[in-house]
């Protein structure tokens, strides 16, 4: 930790004699009633979706995917009218295991080269509370489209000091049986029930 905080300390002493001004911390809000309403984009340097499954019942294993791109558009009060819409390439796909990374885009799982786009179409957003909401709609996975429903908590909103872009972050839940999509690949031994949780940055344009 100490280190860490050198390293901070030693980079913003070299800003500074360069004669850079280190930016101002992001004013963030969490109160909903303060965001903008609009049209935002995916800001995929800063969205990720994480994936968990039973491995042999033993432990529980995760992986993720990047690169989402997508639309979101927030219509002020009214959840019902808002919209989202994300894709994420097939080939993104990430564990610790190399091996593992080259099997999960091959012909066995999710085949990439044939399938090379995950997307989710939200067709209903239902407010649950001050900063939480469901959104159903059509996840595309394999070839094959099946409603899911995700559950979405705000986590804040507010000017990125960095790239002067307004932002609004979300986080969301769901989860899917991958079987229900043609990966069958080694289940039950492989748990069939995925949990999702999504990490989401969206710029307003």
């Not at 979101?72 to 994420?88: E, F, N, P, R, Y």
């Not at 080259?102 to 399938?115: C, H, N, P, Q, Y």
């Not at 939200?122 to 939480?132: E, F, I, L, W």
């Amino acid at each position: 930790m100490f280190r860490a905080n050198r390293l901070i300390l030693t980079a913003s002493a070299a800003l500074l004699l360069a004669g850079a001004s280190l930016p101002a911390f992001a004013q963030a809000t969490t109160n909903p009633a303060e965001v903008q309403a609009g049209s935002f984009a995916v800001d995929p340097n800063h969205s990720q979706v994480g994936f968990t499954l039973s491995h042999m019942g033993l432990s529980n294993f995760s992986g993720g995917l990047s690169n989402v791109t997508g639309t979101l558009t927030l219509a002020g009060g009214d959840h019902s009218a808002s919209k989202l819409s994300v894709s994420i390439p097939t080939s993104s796909f990430s564990t610790p295991v190399a091996k593992l990374n080259e099997e999960l885009v091959g012909a066995d799982w999710f085949d990439a080269a044939k399938f090379p786009a995950i997307t989710f179409t939200s067709t209903k957003v239902t407010a649950t509370g001050p900063d939480s909401a469901t959104i159903t709609g059509d996840l595309t996975l394999h070839g094959v489209t099946k409603p899911v429903t995700l559950t979405a908590h705000f986590v804040g909103a507010g000017t990125n000091p960095l790239n002067k872009k307004y932002t609004v972050g979300f986080d969301a839940t769901g989860t899917v049986k991958r079987s229900e999509f043609g990966v069958t690949k080694y289940v039950p031994l492989i748990g069939d029930e995925v949990t999702l949780s999504l990490h989401g940055a969206f710029e307003k344009q």
